[in-house]
């Protein structure tokens, strides 16, 4: 049973940075599928990025392309999401997941059977 645990959340002005880190509980992590979701007050809990167990695949939902980077590090448990030039409009619960797929990044929310308690994100304005 994986779990994940992330941090990096808090309160910055809009335009400035934050980085997520999320920690895997066990060492076959490198075989596992990752991503970020997010949920904000009153929404669904939506994609934000998502990386393939390998690394070699990355996929953003369009609302942080060239904003946001995922990344993982081969043989280390944690995966990262850079963001940069925060707005107001992602301010939100932000979570880790895991899965088995083992195809190119997956995006669909379904296929992740782990998931973190999340870390909260707040863009001033």
């Known amino acids: 049973q994986v779990r994940l645990v992330e941090s990096g959340g808090g309160l910055v002005q809009a335009g400035n940075s934050l980085r997520l880190s999320c920690e895997a509980s066990?060492?076959?992590?490198?075989?596992?599928?990752m991503a970020w979701f997010r949920q904000a007050p009153g929404k669904e809990r939506e994609i934000v990025a998502a990386i393939s167990w390998s690394g070699d695949s990355t996929n953003y939902a369009d609302s942080v392309k060239g904003r946001f980077a995922i990344s993982r590090a081969s043989g280390e448990s944690t995966v990262h999401l850079q963001m940069s030039n925060l707005k107001p409009e992602d301010t939100a619960v932000y979570y880790c997941?895991?899965?088995?797929?083992?195809?190119?990044?997956?995006?669909?929310?379904?296929?992740?059977?782990?998931w973190g308690q999340g870390t909260k994100v707040t863009v001033s304005s």
């Open positions: 997941a895991a899965s088995t797929f083992t195809g190119t990044a997956q995006t669909v929310r379904r296929y992740y059977s782990y």
């Open positions: 066990e060492r076959s992590f490198d075989s596992y599928a």
